[in-house]
């Protein structure tokens, strides 16, 4: 059985116990004696809508999506992308699992947005004001970073190129600070993880149903996936990839013409690691609707 999906059914404290009642299982027990943190990651698409909307995407009559997330999967940290709300209470809901919730809002109404919520209080909290303030993405609560004991954690929305690549030229900026700042952060000694909605779809063969899309296409273009792997060449991992070297598996999907029903999607939501060695565990649930993404997950 996975690591993964043993942790659905059993918390961390009642894992010994399980292991002494059932030492047919004992094989796994090395494999959760360095589980440190499970990290979720999500782009929501409006935090009030996936409210809203059950673990099946239809409406909820009861546990919503994110509840249901939350319950199964049991997080240490949930990082929320394209909020789309300038009230920090629309997520108080999630503070009975997340006593510690650090919300970056756009100042535009109803745009992009990252939360970060946490069991554990953070050591620190930092949201990068990059060295220059004359592009958009300044002002789009695109980032905030918290660091914890195990590791520091930064929760990021990058900015899409829109059709034509109309914003690629700013998006280039945003990638070049954001590399120079992660690795600020993995200068200071800790583990640094990249959660989020990364706007980039990097194997055209693994992560792109469509395998040839036109050069044009924001999240899929050769400017894009020069990006991404010039942080990939910096030492980055991209844990989901590093365990599934050949997998196919979809974080986002079209909300047009049933392509998530059909499969049809992209993989561009990321954990991306500064130090491969501390993954323990990496998936994309697609189980979970709600929202044209789903949630990825990291355990280290």
């Known amino acids: 059985m996975p690591i993964i999906k043993m942790q659905n059914q059993l918390s961390r404290k009642k894992l010994k116990p399980f292991f002494k009642k059932n030492p047919q299982c004992?094989?796994?027990?090395?494999?959760?004696?360095?589980?440190?943190?499970?990290?979720?990651?999500?782009?929501?698409?409006?935090?009030?809508?996936?409210?809203?909307?059950?673990?099946?995407?239809?409406?909820?009559?009861?546990e919503s999506?994110?509840?249901?997330?939350?319950?199964?999967?049991?997080?240490?940290?949930?990082?929320?992308?394209?909020?789309?709300?300038?009230?920090?209470?629309?997520?108080?809901?999630?503070?009975?699992?997340?006593?510690?919730?650090?919300?970056?809002?756009?100042?535009?109404?109803?745009?992009?947005?990252?939360?970060?919520?946490?069991?554990d209080v953070p050591i620190s909290v930092d949201s990068p004001p990059f060295p220059t303030s004359d592009h958009a993405f300044q002002k789009e609560g695109r980032i905030v970073q918290a660091e914890f004991s195990e590791a520091r954690v930064v929760c990021v929305y990058t900015p899409n190129c829109k059709q034509g690549?109309?914003?690629?030229?700013?998006?280039?900026?945003?990638?070049?600070?954001?590399?120079?700042?992660?690795?600020?952060?993995?200068?200071?000694?800790k583990p640094v993880i990249l959660?989020?909605?990364?706007?980039?779809?990097?194997?055209?063969?693994?992560?792109?149903?469509?395998?040839?899309?036109?050069?044009?296409?924001?999240?899929?273009?050769?400017?894009?996936?020069?990006?991404?792997?010039?942080?990939?060449?910096?030492?980055?991992t991209d844990s989901f990839r590093h365990l599934y070297p050949e997998a196919k598996k979809y974080t986002y999907w079209s909300p047009f013409a049933s392509a998530r029903k059909r499969n049809v999607g992209w993989r561009i939501d990321y954990c991306v690691v500064s130090d491969k060695e501390c993954i323990k565990g990496a998936d994309c649930l697609n189980e979970y609707w709600g929202s044209d993404h789903c949630p990825v997950v990291l355990d280290i």
């Open 26 to 62: 004992v094989f796994f027990l090395s494999s959760y004696s360095n589980l440190r943190m499970r990290i979720i990651s999500w782009n929501v698409n409006g935090i009030r809508a996936t409210k809203q909307k059950s673990k099946s995407g239809e409406k909820a009559n009861g």
């Open 65 to 119: 999506v994110l509840e249901a997330l939350i319950r199964e999967q049991n997080p240490d940290i949930l990082c929320l992308q394209e909020v789309k709300s300038a009230n920090a209470a629309d997520v108080e809901f999630l503070r009975p699992w997340f006593p510690h919730i650090q919300f970056r809002a756009a100042e535009k109404k109803g745009y992009s947005g990252v939360t970060l919520l946490s069991k």
């Open 195 to 236: 959660c989020g909605d990364l706007n980039c779809a990097y194997s055209a063969k693994l992560d792109l149903h469509n395998q040839r899309p036109a050069p044009l296409t924001p999240g899929a273009s050769p400017e894009e996936r020069a990006e991404f792997k010039a942080l990939l060449d910096d030492g980055w």
């Open 165 to 189: 690549l109309t914003r690629l030229a700013e998006r280039q900026v945003w990638e070049a600070m954001l590399r120079s700042y992660l690795s600020d952060l993995r200068a200071l000694g």
